[in-house]
């Protein structure tokens, strides 16, 4: 038996980071959406005891340093399966972009494994289990819109944001969350996005609103660091877009529209600028 999935990345509404904890984590507060981006993971049980990973995208690792790796060995481990299992990849999400990409692959693979060799887990116990591989892979695991608190891992579901179109571009630099992170100095921070304000206006479904309300703290680090990110929001924001803001912790910028040609026509004129070869029309999954 082969399974398949989609493994849906994520955007930020809105990012915020309340203050960095003893412990080196920050309290964040985030408004998670998750859009219709995925990756294809496919999964079946083999008879060689081995986590076999085959991708075609060579800038991740098919190791133990893969999350979907993490993933099969926590659930084998913990119910003694002495099988081995083959994952395929098609890696369709921006890597290291602030889509939680790694993070959406663990969250499906722990679905598959959970299904293929009927474990009998319900959601919530595959979410307690996902927070051991990364902060946002319960978020992953649930989808649609969620207020996210803690590290990540308090999640609860926000309902009425409406469909719309999304721009999603991944410029073609490198950034690193630790970076981003170490530079932000949270607890110093003079002004923080308005995630109460976002929630409200997502819950009125006022799409103007919501977008009005979008804000990433993150960018404060990141824009001053790489200006292409900056030149993106502005590209979309000039070419109809009712706000734009950076994914995360970037690089990646997505746009909302809510007219489908008007986003085509920014779509088409991004790619022309050449600025950034991964770009993404599509919408939200709610
Ligand atoms: P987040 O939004 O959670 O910060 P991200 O988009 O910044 O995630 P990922 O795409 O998850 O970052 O990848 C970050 C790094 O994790 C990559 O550079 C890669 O080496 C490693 N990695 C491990 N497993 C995966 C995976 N399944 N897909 C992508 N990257 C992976």
Do not use: W
């Not at 207020?147 to 999603?168: A, K, R, T, Y």
């Amino acid at each position: 038996m082969k399974l398949s999935y989609k493994a849906y990345a994520k955007v930020n509404l809105g990012l915020d980071v309340l203050r960095k904890r003893e412990d080196g984590y920050h309290d964040v507060k985030m408004i998670m959406q998750t859009v219709n981006l995925y990756d294809v993971i496919e999964i079946e049980a083999s008879d060689d005891n081995l986590i076999s990973i085959v991708t075609e995208n060579d800038s991740i690792p098919v190791n133990e340093d893969n999350l979907i790796y993490k993933a099969c060995k926590l659930l084998m481990d913990e119910f003694n399966i002495n099988r081995g299992v083959r994952i395929t990849l098609i890696k369709n999400i921006p890597v290291a972009a602030g889509m939680a990409g790694g993070s959406t692959d663990a969250a499906y693979t722990l679905i598959g494994i959970n299904e293929l060799f009927k474990l009998g887990l319900s959601k919530d116990e595959l979410m307690k289990r996902g927070v051991k591989i990364g902060a946002d892979v319960p978020y992953c695991i649930m989808g649609g819109t969620a207020l996210s608190e803690g590290i990540g891992e308090i999640l609860s579901p926000v309902s009425g944001m409406p469909n719309c179109n999304i721009l999603i571009a991944k410029p073609p630099i490198d950034v690193s969350t630790k970076f981003v992170y170490e530079n932000l100095h949270a607890n110093e921070l003079k002004r923080h996005p308005d995630i109460d304000g976002l929630k409200s206006y997502i819950e009125a479904s006022d799409i103007y609103s919501i977008a009005n309300k979008m804000e990433n703290v993150l960018e404060t680090v990141t824009v001053k660091e790489y200006p292409i990110i900056e030149e993106i929001k502005t590209y979309m924001k000039q070419n109809g877009a009712l706000n734009s803001i950076m994914s995360g912790s970037g690089p990646t910028v997505f746009g909302l529209f809510d007219n489908y040609e008007i986003a085509k026509k920014a779509y088409d004129g991004l790619l022309a600028r050449n600025i950034t070869t991964q770009v993404y029309l599509t919408d939200l999954v709610l």
